[in-house]
């Protein structure tokens, strides 16, 4: 448990807006995370002042780099835990929530956790190399995003499928990773080059955020399939 005091220091600091509503939602999500977590493994961060500030306040995050419009389509891909989207879908109900995961265990949770948080929102089952290509989900969305999934060439040919012309990819990395290295996915793919946004969770945690603007389809032969982004990214 962690203390409303507690919660709006950390989203304080990270230049984040609290209220009471939001740690009530964020509480039953972190107590259900931590108990889910004993038996099913979603993360390896169980302290919840880690959670608000490693989870809930660095997902919310990607708002303030990223403009996202009111009643958005956003498609989470390899959500996990349902990081960054489900604090997103919290802090801005509006958005409409899709998450991709090839996990069934982790649908599962998310879909119980949605139910618990009373939030609408569509959890679907599947590997993003083969939805990216149904007529239903290629190039249906505003906004793709992804966390810490892969390398940015090989993560842009997953997301990049999945956002139509005039929206945006989004993706939340570690501090090291270059994005010199995707610019030639990036336009293969339809992207108009890498803006990069460097930024600092909690003190001295530095994080960056990849977001590529897309000006063209994406060639009807991407995605391929997942042994071949591997072994030979574009």
């Not at 600091?13 to 939602?25: A, F, I, Q």
């Not at 409409?96 to 998310?110: A, V, W």
């Not at 892969?150 to 570690?174: R, T």
């Amino acid at each position: 448990m962690i203390s409303f005091e507690s919660g709006q220091r950390i989203f304080t600091e990270n230049h984040l807006e609290y209220c009471k509503v939001l740690h009530e939602k964020l509480e039953i999500y972190c107590d259900y995370l931590i108990e889910y977590n004993k038996n099913v493994n979603l993360t390896a961060i169980t302290e919840p002042e880690e959670v608000w500030l490693k989870h809930f306040a660095d997902s919310i995050l990607l708002l303030n780099y990223i403009d996202i419009p009111k009643n958005a389509s956003l498609i989470d891909v390899g959500t996990g835990a349902g990081f960054p989207s489900v604090p997103i879908k919290l802090y801005r109900d509006d958005i409409q929530l899709t998450m991709l995961d090839s996990l069934n265990k982790r649908i599962i949770f998310l879909e119980k956790l949605c139910e618990k948080l009373g939030i609408n929102a569509e959890a679907v089952h599947g590997r993003a190399e083969e939805y990216g290509k149904k007529e239903a989900f290629r190039e249906k969305f505003d906004i793709a995003t992804a966390r810490a999934v892969a390398p940015m060439p090989v993560l842009s040919e997953y997301c990049m499928p999945f956002v139509k012309k005039g929206g945006i990819f989004a993706a939340m990395k570690g501090p090291n990773e270059d994005a010199g290295n995707a610019e030639n996915a990036v336009k293969i793919l339809g992207g108009d080059g890498i803006s990069v946004y460097d930024y600092l969770l909690g003190k001295d945690d530095r994080r960056k955020i990849f977001s590529v603007k897309k000006i063209s389809q994406t060639p009807t032969k991407y995605p391929r399939n997942s042994g071949q982004i591997k072994n030979k990214a574009l």
